[in-house]
């Protein structure tokens, strides 16, 4: 990216990379704040901002988005899209832009209080994706809703998934606008039941807010939305991480997440199976899927993808250019694909998987898919590593490590305790990674914090319901979530002492840089 930061990754393939250059090593220390905007938003922030122009565009986690003058921090207009029904963790963290391809230049450019006749509404438009499942277009110039747009500037997103509860389906990514469409796929709530929503992946048009397409793994051969009493396949896997756009192939990449609930799998159907916790390309004119790379085998950890996937170029051996693809993971491995064929440009593994302590119901996948890109994963955990900040809860912490099943990475849940390393948290999570272009280096953010899990049968857990409606005995000391449609409710959360610390010594958090060309880790 250059002077304009237009997409959540700085460009539609997502390396987060600057080229501009005042700020430097030399400089940075001296830097003072020049100006602050205030939302007043009582539920935090994880936006990236949008710069355009003359213009900061920001979205805070109330729906809230705002045109701030980036020299002043002036704020120009307000749009509130109420109402807003709040969803569990839901955040707004982007916009989408785009501008209409046959505006004249003139249309840009003149200011909205120009005195000649001003200009075409909507040339330049924001897409906000809110936390009660809408899809909004925003005049960039004045803040209002472009009335050209769907019906009357809102697209109702919820439409075609059949009986959804509140907040069981929400947007909390930045909509991805690539090529003159919005693509969306829905977040959810994590564990409650089997064939929750639909994992469904739509593209919009951009200006007119109709349906162009939808890839649904239960439907491959249907484009358009299902018949009158007919929804997208239920219960499939979502992609709620950013996605990223070639041009040149005309080739969208989604990552997707697993079949809910999380950790329990042996009901789901081939169709789940097929891609959970996978990086798809889809054809941007059609939504058809051209390739598909999968980074666990019927995960049942969690481990769905919140990175996005990142495009860039890399030498050959012969002198040439390769379209390669870096597919970072809660895991902490990262794949590294042709984004062409979905091919791994750097080898990966399928090794034995641990076995031991699993669900007698379950069906483990016997190994698990482990690059030759170097591990960002951390050494595995001992007890020696167990940590406290007094004795009393170091000891804690080694009795519950004792406690539990660990044999390394990818240790299968089950009815007495597990650990889980990296945990849901990540390895890398949705901030995913960023690569210098010009030096061929990939910098990744990764958290250290494992999962203590258990499943608990049906029998045992009480009258835990959906979203916490009840927590009675055991439910409310381990903090069940439900699981229903399986024989489990599970526990599982941060491996904590009772001092509410990480059981394992820090670092609980690392920045790391990878030479992507000499695949080592530099520091």
């Known amino acids: 990216a250059g002077a ?30 020049a100006w602050q905007y205030n939302f007043g938003t009582k539920h935090g922030m994880q936006v990236t901002p949008l710069k355009i122009g003359d213009a900061v565009y920001v979205c805070d986690s109330d729906n809230v988005v705002v045109s701030l003058d980036p020299d002043t921090g002036k704020e120009r207009w307000r749009f509130e899209a109420k109402p807003v029904e709040w969803a569990p963790w839901a ?69 075609g998934l059949g009986p959804v509860e509140k907040g069981y389906y929400w947007f909390n990514n930045a909509p991805n606008v690539f090529a003159g469409k919005i693509v969306v796929s829905g977040s959810m709530v994590d564990n409650q039941y089997w064939l929750q929503p639909s994992g469904v992946i739509r593209a919009y048009d951009a200006v007119t807010g109709e349906l162009a397409w939808a890839y649904d793994v239960g439907a491959p051969d249907r484009i358009g939305a299902p018949p009158e009493g007919e929804t997208y396949t239920p219960g499939t896997p979502n992609a709620w991480a950013q996605m990223s756009y070639d041009p040149e192939l005309n080739l969208l990449y989604a990552a997707t997440g697993n079949a809910t609930p999380d950790y329990f799998g042996a009901q789901r159907r081939p169709i789940d199976e097929e891609i959970t916790s996978a990086v798809i390309a889809l054809d941007m004119d059609t939504g058809r899927r051209k390739w598909l790379f999968r980074t666990v085998n019927h995960d049942v950890w969690d481990y769905d993808i919140g990175s996005q996937p990142v495009l860039f170029d890399m030498p050959d051996e012969d002198g040439g250019i390769m379209r390669a693809l870096a597919m970072p993971t809660k895991r902490a491995e990262t794949f590294i694909l042709d984004r062409e064929t979905g091919e791994p440009i750097v080898p990966v593994e399928q090794r034995p998987a641990p076995q031991r302590g699993a669900a007698p119901e379950e ?21 020696a590593k167990m940590w406290g900040i007094t004795p009393f809860d170091n000891l804690y912490c080694r009795i519950k490590f004792r406690e539990a099943r660990y044999d390394g990475p990818m240790t299968p849940p ?14 890398m999570d949705w901030p ?47 903090g069940l979530n439900p699981q229903l449609g399986t024989p489990y409710a599970v526990g599982t959360g941060p491996f904590l002492s009772p001092l509410m610390m990480p059981c394992t010594q820090p670092p609980w958090g690392r920045i790391s840089a990878v030479d992507m060309r000499a695949n080592k880790v530099l520091w």
């Open 363 to 383: 069906r483990l996948a016997p190994t698990q898919p482990f690059s030759a890109f170097p591990s960002l994963a951390g050494d595995p955990l001992t007890e």
């Open 414 to 427: 089950g009815p007495t305790p597990s650990i889980t390393y990296p945990g849901f948290l990540g390895g």
């Open 4 to 33: 304009d930061w237009a997409d959540w990754g700085g460009t539609p393939g997502g390396p987060r990379y600057s080229r501009l250059d005042q700020i430097t090593p030399a400089n940075v220390g001296s830097l003072e704040v």
């Open 432 to 478: 995913g990674v960023s690569i210098d272009p010009e030096r061929g280096i990939m910098l990744a953010a990764t958290a250290y914090l494992p999962n203590y899990t258990r499943l608990v049968a049906r029998k045992d857990a009480g009258d835990v319901e959906p979203m916490g409606k009840a927590q009675e005995g055991l439910a409310a000391l381990v």
């Open 91 to 159: 955040a707004c963290r982007g916009l989408g832009y785009h501008r209409i391809a046959d505006a004249s230049p003139e249309d840009v450019t003149r200011p909205a209080n120009a005195s000649a006749v001003a200009p075409a509404a909507c040339i330049e438009r924001l897409i906000l994706a809110t936390s009660d499942a809408r899809i909004m277009a925003i005049d960039a110039r004045t803040g209002k809703l472009c009335a050209d747009f769907a019906e009357g500037g809102a697209i109702d997103a919820l439409r």
